[in-house]
């Protein structure tokens, strides 16, 4: 994805870009090599490869398949961290916070309005007050958002009609940030990729390679092709988040990482069913509640309860429903159900088994240790803090090579889209593809793309029916399922109905009409034949099907053995 690969000559560069990719993995001795393609393993790539080693990223299946396309899509220092005196947390995420939102990712990180209600008046107040005094002297003396600000209980109500009248007795409002997780893991990985870092997807790691006690690479099998070949790193990163321990025994470490799984579940509803101006963060029993603009919906989440099932495809039961909905149901004049909701999703969060008896109360710090010689792993931390997570892991992989490594430089690297994106949609409407656009469609291609939208317009350029809006989704066009297959690395249509867009949780029926185009556009890009095409359709839709089933389930067990059968594809031909 340098400037030399971009533009709409490249008619075949899914599959060349691939195989070349694939001929790398097969012929190079790496520096670094990578396994996990979430926002972790991504940033990892990017930050070993700007301090110039040669780097090489495989994901097992799509990039931010895992828990970095689940989570609540929030960029945020952690407010509730401060009730455990975690202010170096704290104090570090909201410095990420400032970095992403003004210099590294503009695009794709933006401000938002959080209310927080207080129920106990003058206490609360004082309490709340404090706290968000010194979250926001943790952001320093220029920060990213504007401070917070009391509200009395009638500026509440006007700006959140929807709450009850004995809901609050007032408020504080204060900004955090809001991120499109799955697209910024992918921007990272193609940002990894414009400075030499090979990163393929569909790669399982089947074995780990010895040069005598040391570890020296991997064996990885194709789930594209199905054949097997070895990749060679003087140091391999583990950084697969809940797949941790799984991979250190694969290594043979004999006292593996202790990673423990996390079920986080959000509901989505539409826009219309709460009336507000600003998200709400509501405090429950165990943690916080968020309710965070999206769109034309609203995403309620999050649940935090053990996991004991398949890391793959973690579901949610009829009981995290219920939780989800009686909390937010506590504050809302109109009351939500069932039916209102559009969509459920649930991810699994990675943290580090300090030995609690509830996940809620275990530390979301990050561990990186050197697991035995040559392999490094990396676990626990959050998403806002990803950039300091690849930091700390090369620093520590770098000890395992022979030469001196330079520091890290990803404070000083916009991702892909970056830079240019504040005048993006001005060159946007100059652009010959841009006339065939509306300009709420300008902005929404902008919004997703910042710079990389000419990317978008050369093809609806080279393509005029790529301006076309999909069926059952019409915010999204055509031309960005392309852009995904050409430029982003999607190989099946949950690729792009889940991740590069997402129309699996934003339309009412989930995709299943817009499946149909997606999967005509990606044929055409990709080479598909009509078996394929309607193998990639019933599969998607068997999938929306198991979800359904697994959400009707009251626990765990009944729910992932309704949702199991129907893995990802590439992992249901092995």
Not at 21 to 46: K, M, N, P, W
Not at 73 to 83: A, F, P, S, T
Not at 131 to 159: F, Q, T, W
Not at 546 to 554: G, K, T
Request: net charge neutral.
């Amino acid at each position: 994805m340098t400037s030399l690969d971009v533009g709409v000559t490249r008619r075949s560069a899914p599959r060349d870009t691939r195989k070349r990719q694939l001929r790398r993995l097969s012929a190079e001795v790496f520096d670094v090599l990578v396994i996990g393609g979430g926002v972790t393993g991504c940033g990892i790539a990017l930050d070993a490869a700007s301090r110039g080693l040669s780097v090489a990223l495989v994901e097992k299946r799509d990039f931010a398949a895992g828990t970095s396309s689940r989570s609540s899509k929030l960029i945020h220092g952690g407010l509730r961290y401060l009730e455990h005196f975690d202010l170096g947390l704290v104090r570090e995420a909201l410095h990420e916070r400032q970095l992403l939102t003004e210099k590294l990712a503009p695009h794709l990180v933006h401000s938002m309005p959080l209310l927080f209600p207080l129920k106990r008046g003058a206490w609360d107040r004082l309490v709340m007050g404090s706290g968000l005094l010194l979250y926001d002297g943790l952001a320093g003396l220029h920060p990213a958002m504007p401070r917070h600000r009391h509200l009395s209980r009638g500026a509440c109500v006007h700006a959140v009609p929807s709450l009850r009248d004995d809901a609050l007795t007032g408020g504080i409002r204060y900004f955090d940030a809001q991120v499109d997780d799955a697209r910024f893991a992918v921007t990272l990985a193609g940002t990894a990729y414009s400075y030499g870092a090979a990163c393929v997807s569909a790669l399982e790691v089947t074995a780990f390679l010895r040069e005598r006690e040391r570890i020296a690479g991997v064996r990885v099998r194709d789930l594209e092709r199905g054949d097997e070949f070895e990749v060679r790193a003087r140091v391999v990163v583990n950084a697969t988040g809940v797949w941790t321990t799984e991979l250190e025994r694969l290594a043979g470490v004999a006292n593996p990482l202790v990673v423990r799984p996390s079920k986080g579940v959000h509901i989505v509803v539409p826009k219309s069913c709460i009336d507000s101006t600003l998200a709400l963060i509501l405090p429950t029993e165990k943690s916080v509640l968020f309710v965070l603009p999206w769109g034309e919906h609203w995403i309620i989440g999050t649940t935090d309860t053990d996991w004991e099932f398949g890391l793959d495809h973690p579901s949610a039961t009829r009981g995290d429903i219920d939780y989800l909905l009686g909390h937010v149901n506590a504050v809302l004049r109109e009351p939500l159900t069932v039916d209102d909701i559009t969509a459920v999703y649930a991810g699994l969060r990675p943290l580090v088994d300090a030995g609690s008896k509830d996940t809620a109360a275990v530390s979301r710090e990050h561990v990186v240790r050197r697991s035995a010689p040559g392999l490094v792993s990396i676990a626990g931390g959050k998403y806002t803090t990803y950039r300091l997570m690849a930091r700390d892991a090369v620093n520590v992989a770098a000890r395992e090579l022979p030469f001196a490594v330079a520091p890290s430089r990803t404070a000083d690297i916009p991702l892909l889209g970056a830079v240019g994106a504040s005048e993006a949609a001005t060159r946007a409407r100059l652009h010959p593809g841009g006339a065939r656009l509306t300009p709420e469609q300008i902005q929404h291609l902008v919004r997703r793309y910042g710079a990389l939208v000419l990317q978008v317009l050369d093809l609806v350029v080279k393509e005029p029916e790529l301006a076309a809006s999909l069926t059952g989704a019409e915010t999204y066009l055509a031309a960005e399922v392309r852009h995904a297959t050409l430029f982003e690395g999607a190989l099946h249509v949950d690729d792009v109905l889940t991740r590069r867009t997402h129309i699996a949780f934003e339309t009412p029926d989930r995709g299943r009409c817009a499946v149909e185009d997606v999967a005509r556009l990606m044929a055409q890009a990709l080479a598909w034949n009509q078996t394929d095409v309607d193998r990639e359709i019933a599969h998607y839709r068997s999938r929306l099907d198991a979800e359904s089933a697994a959400q009707a389930m009251l626990d765990d067990a009944a729910s992932d053995s309704a949702r199991s059968p129907v893995r990802d594809l590439r992992l249901s031909a092995v």
